[in-house]
């Protein structure tokens, strides 16, 4: 095996208080190549923000600013996470008839 080193000890990640994760299954298992940019970014963001059940409460104005799409590309960038079943989304009735999205588990392969 390789013997790894740190490149800039000043600059170790540490795991901070607000933690959140990728997992690593989303490239070994394939999911990533299931997914153009436009989802790529907007699954990051949303398992950056979400809370501990995977539930984001970014209102869809908010995504779109943050990850600089427009509204049309955000639901394009939507379904084909909820078509790689890497997350669902339901609108729920609020004053802004806004998007709710919850990042899913990424499930385990069997066999």
């Known amino acids: 095996m390789q013997e790894k080193r740190v490149l800039w000890d000043e600059r170790v ?3 901070p208080s607000g933690f959140s994760w990728v997992d ?5 298992d394939g999911y990533i190549r299931r997914c153009d940019p436009d ?3 907007l699954y990051l963001l949303l398992v950056s923000v ?9 209102s869809d ?3 779109c600013r ?5 509204v049309e590309r955000l639901g394009s960038a939507r379904q084909k996470l909820i078509t790689a079943d ?5 609108t729920i009735t ?4 806004d998007n709710y999205t919850s990042a899913r588990s990424i499930e385990l392969r069997v066999g």
Request: hydrophobic share 45%; aromatic share 8%.
């Open 61 to 63: 104005k908010s995504i």
């Open 50 to 58: 979400s809370d501990a059940n995977g539930l984001s409460y970014y």
């Open 86 to 90: 890497l997350v669902w989304s339901t």
């Open 13 to 15: 990640r540490l795991v």
């Open 66 to 70: 943050l990850v600089q799409l427009t």
């Open 24 to 28: 690593h299954r989303l490239v070994r």
């Open 94 to 97: 609020n004053p802004h008839d």
């Open 39 to 41: 989802a790529l970014a």
